[in-house]
């Protein structure tokens, strides 16, 4: 009987375990391992049937709202950035004035302005 209860009390350490080890969900992907220019290929996606624009902006562009402009197909939209291994902040902006955080990411932190940033770490 204890060994059993033991095995109960493992499960949610588990699951603890694999959600601390998530960077973030397939909302991007790291396209290619190896380094470019210094920097690590990634891949941001978004969808919204609705969007007539959509960009990514964060610390890794210092914040710029119009330098990472994503490519539409049907309703899914994406985006190419080479960046350094690091941790960044990062919101996706909506028709150039809704700023988004990413639906699929695990990891946030306080803006400083009552909301949230999405985070990626690039390793």
Not at 10 to 28: D, E, H, M, Q, W
Not at 46 to 66: E, K, L, P, R
């Amino acid at each position: 009987m204890r060994r059993n209860n033991r095995f109960l009390l493992l499960i949610p350490l588990v699951f603890l375990g694999l959600f601390l080890s998530c960077r973030c969900a397939p909302k991007y992907e790291q396209v290619q391992p190896e380094a470019i220019d210094g920097g690590v290929t990634i891949r941001f996606v978004y969808i919204d049937d609705n969007a007539g624009a959509v960009c990514v902006s964060g610390t890794f562009n210092s914040w710029s709202g119009q330098s990472d402009c994503m490519n539409r197909s049907a309703n899914v939209w994406s985006v190419t950035v080479s960046m350094p291994p690091g941790r960044y902040s990062y919101l996706f902006v909506v028709d150039g004035r809704d700023w988004r955080e990413d639906p699929g990411c695990l990891l946030a932190e306080d803006s400083g302005f009552g909301t949230k940033n999405s985070v990626l770490i690039v390793e």
